[in-house]
């Protein structure tokens, strides 16, 4: 037995280093290993965090210079471009201009052009200088290939984000990145952010591609070691190097992903919740006093 | 400048064996795992899941067998006495057992007596044949240490539990368990267990303190690998081994998770969830169809 879904996706993740200001070069950067990687067999292709403008901004001047509208994006109109070229689909985070200020987002980009955007939730640092908190809540994706979640850097630090596409159903999330250097972070073991990767993916049954961005930009330095982990929260492809331009890739049925939900006859990570225990204390009616 | 607050906590997780339907072999074989860590400084300790009771059970007449209420607890007295005698907290599982059924509890006793039980809320394979799921929410405990929480087991799997402990101001989740083998665990790498302890121990700014059970029990496997981890997510005691008893100890300085939470000048971990997106689709509230 087998169906269309359980066909293999070839998920590919593309890490590089895009420099700020540089639109037009980072765009084409980008377009190159989106290339490459279409070449190798790719369907699904996850590009970083802030890709096109990059991320160091020092004035909101420079932001608003760097930022685009969806309808009006040189940085969309690439993506649908060569997406309909090589049949392909592309999460990607770029600068997004929207009458109401500006928004660290990502675009989901098909065959068919523009699927949707995400907005990142949990802005970090300075970023709250410069963008507004996202406002599309968690929109997950039905495709061609499966059901896809995004996420952005720093809201992968909030389960309740991963829940949130798990629980509509995500069979991947992809997750443009800017992963910063953590203070403790030991050298012989996995980068925590990886870390929290694998441990969503595992409690969430998703696929997690998580694309970061490398170099050091205005003194910010960046830490690569983008992934691919598996349903059962497993890298599959990376953590690949902390400082050079790769392509990661890994073939996933993400199939796996909705039948991986089912532990055993009595146990469903989602059917587990305990929402009548959660809901007393989680959500905006309940805002427990000690942070 | 010092205080109280700043004081290094002792913490101990003592990994065995207890062997099922040995209650007073068991109690023993705790207590002198306790008295040992004692000797040694410790300020806290926890015991395995069911530590008392053993954990494959064949019937419920079994599993009633080995249960006690808590105001008629052979173990609990045993922990009350030698809390009281060496100074100690103790977080131990114990098989309770209540008017309305049975349930997979952890006792927290201080030097002054029993101070307050968690009932297991994410009932694992076959326990949902003999036990009622948890009825006490989440509580947090305030005690002369610190703010203590209580996870076990499988709860761990839900990253919403550490998270209503750590908003309400846990200052490390002690964490009771009997993990078995996943089947998809690399050997070269932390168990999923524990990566699962790290991801939630960083994402919260608690420190976590999981003690294992060991050995087969009626064709059972336990994996041990008990581990204590700081706030920010990295193993400071183990992991242990996969099969031996073992006392794992370190030093917790628990003002470092309140201290913890607060990343920057713009980033507080709990300050900075999205109650306003999270609460359209968390809760009771609302179910999302997808499972």
Not at 8 to 34: H, R
Not at 63 to 90: E, F, G, P
Not at 147 to 171: K, T
């Amino acid at each position: 037995m087998s169906s269309h879904m359980e066909a293999k996706t070839v998920v590919a993740c593309l890490q590089f280093e895009p420099i700020v200001g540089e639109l037009e070069a980072n765009l084409q950067k980008g377009l190159e290993l989106i290339e490459k990687a279409a070449n190798d067999g790719a369907d699904l292709v996850v590009l970083p965090e802030l890709s096109d403008s990059g991320y160091v901004f020092e004035t909101r001047d420079e932001a608003y210079s760097l930022s685009s509208a969806v309808t009006d994006s040189a940085t969309i109109r690439t993506w649908a471009d060569v997406a309909k070229k090589r049949h392909l689909h592309i999460v990607g985070g770029f600068c997004e201009r929207q009458d109401d200020g500006l928004y660290n987002s990502a675009a989901v980009v098909g065959p068919d052009g523009l699927i949707g955007v995400y907005r990142k939730n949990h802005l970090w640092g300075a970023e709250n200088l410069f963008f507004e908190r996202g406002n599309l809540g968690f929109p997950v994706f039905n495709t061609r290939l499966g059901r896809i979640g995004v996420l952005i850097c720093y809201d992968g630090w909030f389960p309740e984000a991963w829940r949130l596409c798990a629980l509509q159903g995500a069979d991947i999330v992809c997750v443009p990145t800017n992963w910063v250097p953590m203070p403790s972070q030991p050298d012989h073991t996995y980068a925590m952010s990886n870390i929290l990767c694998m441990s969503a993916a595992h409690s969430n049954s998703v696929f997690v591609a998580a694309a970061c961005r490398v170099g050091t930009e205005r003194g910010q330095p960046f830490i690569g070691q983008s992934l691919i982990v598996n349903n059962e929260g497993w890298p599959v492809a990376g953590p690949a190097g902390k400082t050079e331009t790769s392509i990661l890739m890994a073939e996933c049925n993400l199939a796996d992903a909705r039948r991986g939900r089912t532990l055993n006859q009595f146990n469903q990570l989602m059917r587990d919740r305990r929402d009548d225990v959660y809901a007393e204390m989680l959500g905006a009616e309940a805002k427990p006093g000690w942070y």
